[in-house]
C-alpha cells in the first residue's frame, strides 16, 4: 500500500509479540467488552460495533496479542469521501505508555484512502491531555472547543490534520 499524502508513514514496525489488522466478527464479543472498559460512558453498543465492522472493514483495527484484544483503532468516512473521522481509539491500562496507540493511528492513516480523503477529523475530551499530545504530535490541530457535543455537558475539542 502506497502513503496516503497527508501521512507518509511506513506499516507499523516492531510493536512486540502484538499485531494490528482489521477486526474480524468473531472479535465483536471482545471488541464490546474492551471498548465498555475503555469508554464506561460512551461505549458502542453491540449493534452498532457490528454495523462498524460491516461498514468499515479495513478500518476497524484491532491491536491483538495472539489470545486477546488490548486496544482498537476505527475511522470512517464522511458521505462526499473527502474527511475521514477517528471515532474510537483506546489502549488497555495496562499497556499504556508503550507507543501501542501512536501505532494504532499510524496505520489508520496509513490506510485512508488515497483519492479523495483531504482532511482527517476527530473529537476529545478536553481534559484528555494524554489523546490530545498524542494527536498533536501527529500533526492534528485544534479547530476549536464545541460545548455540548455529545450532549448537556459533555464538551469537546474538534481536531484535525490536513494537507
Ligand atoms: C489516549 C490513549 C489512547 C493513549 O494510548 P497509549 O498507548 O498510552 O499512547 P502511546 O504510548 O502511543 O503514546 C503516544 C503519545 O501520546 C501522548 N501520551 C500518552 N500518554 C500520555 C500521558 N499519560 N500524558 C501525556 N501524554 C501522553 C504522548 O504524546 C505520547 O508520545 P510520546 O510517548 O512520544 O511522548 C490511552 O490513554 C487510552 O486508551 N485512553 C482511554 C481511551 C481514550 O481516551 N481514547 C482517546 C479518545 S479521543
Not at 1 to 26: K, N, Q, T, W, Y
Not at 96 to 104: E, F, S, V
Not at 130 to 142: D, K, M, P, V
Request: aromatic fraction near 10%.
Amino acid at each position: 500500500m502506497s502513503a496516503h499524502p497527508l501521512v507518509p508513514f511506513s506499516p507499523p514496525s516492531d510493536i512486540g509479540p502484538f499485531r494490528i489488522r482489521p477486526a474480524s466478527e468473531d472479535d465483536l464479543p471482545a471488541l464490546v467488552r474492551l471498548d465498555t472498559e475503555l469508554f464506561p460512558d460512551f461505549a458502542y453498543p453491540y449493534f452498532a460495533l457490528r454495523q462498524f465492522l460491516d461498514m468499515y472493514t479495513d478500518h476497524l483495527l484491532v491491536l491483538d496479542d495472539g489470545s486477546c484484544l488490548h486496544g482498537y483503532a476505527l475511522s470512517a468516512p464522511s458521505a462526499d469521501g473527502c474527511r475521514s473521522w477517528i471515532l474510537g481509539l483506546g489502549v488497555a491500562k495496562q499497556l499504556r505508555g508503550q507507543g501501542l496507540a501512536r501505532r494504532l493511528m499510524q496505520e489508520t492513516l496509513r490506510r485512508l484512502p488515497i483519492d479523495g480523503v483531504h482532511e482527517v477529523w476527530l473529537t476529545v475530551e478536553p481534559t484528555n491531555t494524554a489523546a490530545i499530545a498524542l494527536y498533536r504530535s501527529l500533526g492534528f490541530a485544534e479547530q476549536g472547543a464545541r460545548e455540548g457535543y455529545f450532549g448537556p455537558g459533555n464538551d469537546r475539542l474538534l481536531l484535525a490534520l490536513r494537507h
